[in-house]
């Protein structure tokens, strides 16, 4: 069982910027995956961007140039930079683990923080 702590949410201007974070309580190079995905009310959850243990970042085309996901492998975080933030980002921002153990994938979830972009 792995569990997600998400914060760094708020109320931001557009054009601003925000930096959410979230603290995995176990060791993310267990970790096949780290992820942001978000969810816009009446919308499906999407992803943003994600962080494989190997291989490269990849981000949502909606956010490429404006947001960037990063680690810290020595407190267990994972980060998403957002800058130039337009009303269209305002969503409840999830961050997602995958582990894969011998045959078996599982999906761990956040609670969620809440990104608001308005004036």
């Known amino acids: 069982q792995v569990q997600l702590v998400e914060s760094g949410g708020g109320l931001v201007q557009p054009g601003g910027s925000l930096n959410l974070s979230c603290a995995a309580s176990?060791?993310?190079?267990?970790?096949?995956?780290m992820a942001w995905y978000r969810q816009a009310p009446g919308k499906q959850r999407e992803l943003v961007a994600a962080?494989?243990?190997?291989?490269?970042?990849r981000y949502a085309d909606s956010v490429q140039g404006r947001f960037v996901i990063s680690r810290d492998t020595a407190k267990n975080m994972v980060y998403l930079q957002m800058n130039s933030l337009e009303p269209e980002d305002t969503a409840v921002y999830y961050c997602?683990?995958?582990?894969?153990?011998?045959?078996?994938?599982?999906?761990?979830w956040g609670q969620g923080t809440q990104v608001t972009v308005s004036s």
């Open positions: 997602q683990a995958e582990m894969v153990v011998g045959s078996t994938t599982s999906n761990f």
């Open positions: 176990t060791n993310i190079f267990r970790l096949n995956l």
């Open positions: 962080y494989p243990r190997w291989g490269s970042r």
